[in-house]
């Protein structure tokens, strides 16, 4: 059974730092995408970045591209996002989630992404 469990929310002031875990078990992180989405209250659930675990590859939504960076740990099936320069728009609950392969026609569509975790939120204030 797939588990995703995020860390390392929290409170910071606009211009700070958070570096955010998502540790996986249940599956082999080869073959898969491993994603950061965001929900704000009120919105709809917003892909902030994925990587593909095969390649290397990544994606970003252009809102966080050079200021959030997404890296995995494979040894520890651990996925972060660290993420710098944050904005108060940036205040959401943050998600990471899997899908085998890597999702071509977009990879930040939350609709192809299979498991999920409970969230962690993230607040910055202004």
């Known amino acids: 059974q797939v588990q995703l469990v995020e860390s390392g929310g929290g409170s910071v002031q606009a211009g700070g730092s958070l570096r955010l875990s998502c540790a996986a078990s249940?599956?082999?992180?080869?073959?898969?995408?491993i994603a950061w989405f965001r929900q704000a209250p009120g919105k709809g659930r917003e892909g902030v970045a994925t990587?593909?675990?095969?390649?290397?590859?990544?994606a970003y939504a252009p809102s966080v591209k050079g200021r959030f960076t997404i890296s995995q740990d494979n040894s520890k099936n651990t996925l972060y996002l660290q993420m710098n320069s944050l904005k108060p728009e940036d205040t959401a609950m943050y998600y990471c989630a899997v899908v085998r392969g890597w999702p071509v026609r977009d990879p930040l569509a939350a609709g192809v992404y299979e498991y999920w975790g409970q969230g962690t939120q993230v607040t910055v204030s202004s």
């Open positions: 249940g599956y082999s992180p080869s073959g898969h995408s």
């Open positions: 990587v593909y675990s095969v390649t290397g590859y990544t």
